[in-house]
């Protein structure tokens, strides 16, 4: 059974940092690209970030230099670290695991930034 389990969200003040952490189970996390998604309320689901099996990163520009996106492929890992935070930077942060064959979600983890 497939599990991708996030953690690490709240609420945040503007200009903060947060960092999100996904665990993975019963993949074989190492031929996954990983992924972070986030969904606004009243809008589409976005890609935020995305490490592929070799570490290549790519990024939203929205976030290009605030977020970090990272791996351990040792203990089936994914985190993004989220620095200067912004009020439109509050949604619903999803993990996703993708193959050439496969893709999985998480449940999501809530994100605000907020006084």
């Known amino acids: 059974q497939v599990q991708l389990v996030e953690s690490g969200g709240g609420l945040v003040q503007p200009g903060g940092s947060l960092r999100l952490s996904c665990a993975a189970s019963?993949?074989?996390?190492?031929?996954?690209?990983m992924g972070w998604y986030r969904q606004a309320p009243g809008k589409q689901r976005e890609l935020v970030a995305v490490?592929?099996?070799?570490?290549?990163?790519r990024y939203a520009d929205t976030v290009l230099g605030r977020f970090a996106i990272s791996r351990d492929n040792a203990k089936n890992m994914v985190y993004l670290q989220m620095n200067s935070l912004k009020p439109e930077d509050t949604a619903v942060y999803y993990c996703?695991?993708?193959?050439?064959?496969?893709?999985?979600w998480g449940q999501g983890t809530q994100v605000t930034v907020s006084t």
């Open positions: 019963g993949i074989i996390f190492r031929i996954y690209a």
């Open positions: 996703n695991a993708t193959s050439t064959s496969r893709d999985y």
């Open positions: 490490i592929s099996s070799g570490d290549t990163t």
